[in-house]
């Protein structure tokens, strides 16, 4: 294998899946920008398989198919002929542990909860290792530092972006609304239970006295969908929260065209893609002041950022939003307009390429 050009990535990513999480969609992210810009050399993938992704970055992609043995393999030949690396996350820059004495270098994206509280040593010990931290916010930042004050690394902050820089469809057919739709996607893990699910069903109740009809939409699938399940039909609101678990690209796209806001009031957010991508359709984000909601979505003009230790803050935030129309209207133009401003595809790369620039000086 010929020595990669020094100013070439090889990109390491779990999966490049599209409906895989938010970390695939970052992997994506990043090879697009990378591959638009010629310094993306190469792409080894865990897991998945697909032709398409390799027509669309025009770099050859290494498929292991979830075989450990061979994603070793591919990393530790790639790392002999390549000078840098970039990992999609901590759970790919494990392989920074079988680093011995080779001297490519490498950086790691930072996502959130994975490096802060509880946190597995392997992600940390790799993390370590690595040359150089992207951080997907300040907060993710500022958490990290917090809790390990040892971290010395090189970093950038970048935030994140959509995909796309078209924005989606917001325009609502208001008059035709029969059933007011709030809107909440997220993965459901019993292993996590921080992205705000049973608060915002906790709170249903409330909003149903004062807005009867409105209806929760709730998309995504995990280890905790049948006992949040069970939770909405304990609570008496079964009948008007739907979950509608996987969903297709075309269903969630339809499901933002037909909500009037965005709820996921999570505690442990180290950016929020869910948000931007609320923010791409119009619609208004309620997200917490906990996390890195508080940073994506400005209180008071994109949304609200609600403080889930007063219980009914909640409730009424979502109440406000789905009975004032010109609050609604107002936040909706601001919501696409920061979208526009800040977390488009191209805005993600102005960011991004800087970046890597600096991990290449490395």
């Not at 100013?7 to 779990?14: D, E, G, T």
């Not at 599209?18 to 697009?32: D, M, N, P, S, V």
């Not at 994140?160 to 739709?181: C, F, H, R």
């Not at 508080?294 to 949304?303: A, F, P």
């Amino acid at each position: 294998m010929l020595p990669i050009s020094d100013n070439q990535i090889i990109l390491i990513a779990y999966t490049l899946e599209q409906g895989k999480g938010g970390i695939a969609g970052i992997a994506r992210l990043a090879a697009k920008a990378l591959a638009e810009e010629h310094l993306l050399a190469k792409i080894i993938v865990f897991k998945g398989a697909n032709d398409k992704e390799q027509k669309l970055f025009n770099v050859p992609v290494k498929y292991c198919k979830g075989r450990i043995s061979e994603f070793l393999f591919n990393f530790y030949r790639a790392s002999l002929n390549n000078k840098h690396i970039l990992f999609d996350g901590c759970h790919t820059a494990q392989l920074n542990l079988f680093r011995m004495r080779i001297s490519y270098k490498s950086a790691v994206f930072l996502h959130g909860i994975e490096i802060w509280e509880h946190s597995k040593w392997r992600y940390l010990i790799s993390t370590r290792k690595a040359d150089y931290h992207i951080y997907n916010s300040h907060y993710t930042k500022k958490r990290t530092s917090r809790l390990h004050k040892n971290l010395k690394n090189a970093f950038s902050i970048c935030w994140l972006g959509t995909e796309k820089n078209s924005a989606g469809s917001q325009m609502k057919q208001e008059d035709k609304i029969t059933s007011p739709k709030v809107l909440m996607v997220g993965r459901i893990d019993s292993r996590e239970n921080y992205k705000g699910h049973k608060e915002t069903i906790a709170c249903w109740p409330k909003v149903l006295q004062a807005v009867p009809g409105a209806t929760l939409e709730i998309a995504g699938e995990g280890s905790g969908l049948e006992c949040m399940k069970g939770v909405a039909i304990k609570t008496g609101v079964g009948n008007s929260v739907t979950f509608h678990g996987f969903v297709s690209d075309s269903l969630l796209e339809r499901l933002y065209s037909e909500s009037l806001l965005f709820v996921m009031p999570s505690r442990g957010e180290g950016f929020g893609i869910v948000y931007i991508e609320a923010m791409r359709h119009g619609l208004p984000v309620i997200a917490s002041c906990h996390d890195a909601g508080n940073e994506i979505s400005k209180h008071g003009e994109t949304g609200f950022n609600v403080d889930l230790n007063n219980s009914d803050e909640l409730s009424e935030r979502i109440v406000q939003l789905l009975l004032d129309h010109n609050l609604r209207k107002s936040m909706s133009e601001n919501s696409l307009n920061r979208w526009k401003s800040h977390f488009t595809f191209s805005k993600f790369k102005e960011r991004f390429i800087p970046a890597i620039e600096n991990f290449l000086k490395q």
